[in-house]
């Protein structure tokens, strides 16, 4: 069976750690959208612990909607909010001024499709990791295809372990494991790809 994903938003450590074990990565346009899911929210790390930067999206009228289909709203300036939230956890991070001019573009730009936005995210940050990176977006059939959600649970999602390493609030909070990519990508600079390499996934 092949292994099909879903685009997430600035997705955690468990869900690159799988990407980077991948020859290829599947994504399917025409599965049906879920929430509560990681598709259109992330957890940083803020000063208050675990905080969720959550993407709205346009609500349509149809029962459901495959995920290619998914419109994101502007209606509120929630690129401005989850900038300003990411530079507040991380301004005083080791390497945020390192990889700041390579992100904030897409705090500006209005793209409309969320599942290209995400795909575009994972695309720049496998790039700023100098990992190896092919993915190919398909049409799901369920004879040979075999759907990943645990990588996009954000209820009820397995416990995944990781290795600690030193985060901003780490002082005050302790260590917050498989948040997004961001956390690891601040902090540890161009050891995170090493990090991402050896940690842990779901499946």
């Known amino acids: 069976m092949r292994a099909v994903i879903c685009p997430a938003y600035l997705p955690n450590v468990a869900y690159f750690a799988y990407l980077t074990k991948q020859e290829t990565s ?8 879920q929430k509560q899911t990681f598709r259109n929210r992330s957890e940083i790390y803020g000063a208050n612990g675990k905080l969720n930067l959550i993407i709205p999206i346009i609500h349509k009228k149809q029962t459901f909607q495959l995920d290619q ?25 080791p390497f945020f001024e390192y990889y700041e001019a390579d992100l904030a573009p897409f ?20 790039m700023l990791l100098e990992l190896p990176y092919s993915f190919q977006k398909i049409s799901f059939h369920k004879e040979k295809d075999q759907r990943i959600d645990a990588l996009i649970l954000a209820k009820k999602r397995p416990i995944i ?24 990508l601040f902090n540890l600079g161009p050891n995170c790809a090493f990090y991402i390499k050896n940690a842990n996934t779901p499946i």
């Open 26 to 33: 599947y994504f399917a346009t025409d599965t049906h959208y």
């Open 69 to 93: 289909d998914v419109e994101i709203s502007y209606e509120i300036n929630w690129q401005k909010e989850h900038w300003k939230s990411i530079c507040s956890a991380y301004r005083s991070s």
């Open 107 to 126: 705090f500006d730009k209005k793209t409309k499709s969320l599942f290209d936005l995400n795909l575009s995210l994972i695309e720049k940050i496998m």
């Open 161 to 184: 372990p990781q290795e600690k390493y030193i985060q901003v609030f780490h002082d005050k909070l302790g260590f917050i494991p498989n948040l997004s990519i961001l956390d690891a």
